[in-house]
C-alpha cells in the first residue's frame, strides 16, 4: 500500500481510537517567544481529526516575519519533544529569531501530540502548514518558492517526512477539500537537526516511533514512515547536523540519510561533531553564546548561514 493511501485509509478511521478522551483538558507547552503572529491551520470546526476543542487540539503557526522589502524565503521550524511535547523556545523561538534577522520569515509551528494523537494526524499538521504558508505567501510578503523546514529530533523526523513525502492528493493529506489542500506540501529545502531518519532497528538509539505510530504497529506503517525508504531523485535539498554522542538519535541517522542523498543526487551538506547530547538546539547556548562542554558546536550557524547563501534561500549577510 502506498504512502498516501495508507493516509488516507488512517484518516477515516474514528479519530477517538488514537486519542485521549476528549474531555480531559491536555497540557500544552508555551508559545515561543518573540512571535508577532498566530494562525491555526485549520478553521475552528473543521480540524481534521480532532477529538475535542483545546488549544492542543488546534495546529497552528507562530509566526516571525522578516523586516523590508520582499518577498522573503520561508522556513517552518518543527520543534522536537518526541511526538509528547514540544520544545518551543529552544528548538522554535531561538532558531526563528535568527532567522527574522538574517532576513528569513520563521513560522513555527505546533503540532498534535501523542497520547492524545498519534499517525497520521501529527504529519498531516507538518503538511498543512507547508501549504497554509505557501497559500498566504502573497499576504505574508513570502516566496511560494523558497519554502523550507528545520526540524529538531521529533521535528526533524517529520521534516524528513516532508522532504521525501510524495505530496499527497488532498484527500489523501487532510479529508479536507479546500484551496488551500490544492498547494504543493513539498518543501523547498529541508534542514534536519538530529533527526531519526532511519529507522531500522539495527540503528541503535533509545528514541523509536513508538509515540507516532503506535507501540504495536505493523512494520508496513513505519516503514511509511521511515524517511530513508522514500528517498527519490525529488527529495528536498538537505543539510544535517548531528553529534556523534548523542545518546538518543544515533549519528547513523544522519550518515545513512546523507548517503541516501547522494546516491538520488539529491544536493546535500553533512556535519556531524564529535561532542554534545541530544538536544543541542543550534549548538549555541539560550543567549548566544557556546556551549561550556561543547563550544566547537558555535560554528553550527555559520555553517548553515553559508549553505542557505549558497542556493539564495538567505539573503548574503553584510
Same mark, same amino acid.
Given at each position: ?26 497540557? =500544552? ?10 494562525? $491555526?491551520?485549520?478553521?475552528? #470546526?473543521?480540524?481534521? #481529526? ?6 492542543? !487540539?488546534?495546529?497552528?503557526? %507562530? ?13 517552518? =521550524? ?29 513560522? =513555527? ?5 501523542? *497520547?492524545? %494523537? ?7 499538521? /507538518? ?40 505530496? &499527497?492528493? &488532498?484527500?489523501?493529506?487532510? /479529508? @479536507?477539500? !479546500? ?25 541503535? /538509539? ?8 503506535? *507501540? ?32 538518543? =538519535?544515533?549519528?547513523?541517522?544522519? @550518515?545513512?540519510?546523507? $548517503? ?16 554534545? &547530547?541530544?538536544?543541542?538546539?543550534? #549548538?549555541? @547556548?539560550?543567549? #548566544? ?30
Amino acid at each position: 500500500m502506498s504512502r498516501a493511501h495508507l493516509l488516507l485509509a488512517l484518516t477515516l478511521l474514528v479519530p477517538a481510537a488514537f486519542a485521549q478522551k476528549a474531555s480531559e483538558a491536555p497540557k =500544552v507547552d508555551p508559545p515561543p517567544q518573540g512571535y508577532e503572529v498566530i494562525t $491555526n491551520l485549520w478553521p475552528e #470546526g473543521s480540524v481534521p #481529526g480532532a477529538v475535542g476543542t483545546f488549544e492542543a !487540539d488546534a495546529p497552528r503557526l %507562530y509566526a516571525f516575519p522578516a523586516a523590508g522589502k520582499g518577498p522573503h524565503p520561508a522556513v517552518i =521550524v518543527l520543534p522536537g519533544g518526541g511526538y509528547t511535547h514540544l520544545v518551543m523556545e529552544g528548538e522554535g523561538g531561538q532558531e526563528a529569531r535568527w532567522l527574522r534577522d538574517h532576513g528569513i520569515s520563521a513560522l =513555527v509551528l505546533q503540532y498534535r501530540l501523542w *497520547p492524545r %494523537y498519534k499517525y497520521p494526524y501529527p504529519l498531516l499538521d /507538518g503538511l498543512r502548514a507547508v501549504r497554509m504558508v505557501r497559500a498566504h505567501a502573497k499576504e505574508w510578503n513570502i516566496d511560494p518558492n523558497a519554502v523550507g523546514v528545520w526540524g529538531f529530533s521529533a521535528g526533524g523526523h517529520m521534516a524528513g517526512y516532508l522532504a521525501t513525502a510524495a505530496n &499527497p492528493a &488532498p484527500e489523501d493529506a487532510s /479529508g @479536507t477539500h !479546500d484551496a488551500i489542500d490544492k498547494l504543493s506540501a513539498h518543501p523547498d529545502f529541508a534542514i534536519i537537526n538530529y533527526g531519526r531518519l532511519d529507522l531500522d532497528p539495527k540503528v541503535p /538509539g533509545t528514541f523509536g516511533m513508538a509515540t507516532l505510530v503506535g *507501540p504495536d504497529a505493523p512494520q508496513s506503517l513505519v516503514d511509511t514512515v521511515n524517511p530513508i525508504l522514500h528517498v527519490t531523485a525529488s527529495t528536498s535539498p538537505t543539510f544535517i547536523y548531528a553529534t556523534e554522542h548523542d545518546e538518543k =538519535v544515533n549519528s547513523l541517522n544522519a @550518515t545513512h540519510f546523507f $548517503n541516501a542523498l547522494q546516491q538520488a543526487n539529491v544536493p546535500t551538506e553533512l556535519h556531524i561533531f564529535e561532542l554534545g &547530547p541530544h538536544g543541542t538546539h543550534m #549548538g549555541l @547556548t539560550p543567549d #548566544g553564546k557556546p556551549m561550556p562542554k561543547s563550544p566547537e558546536l558555535a560554528v553550527y550557524p555559520l555553517l548553515l548561514q553559508h549553505w542557505l547563501e549558497l542556493h539564495g534561500w538567505m539573503p548574503a549577510q553584510e
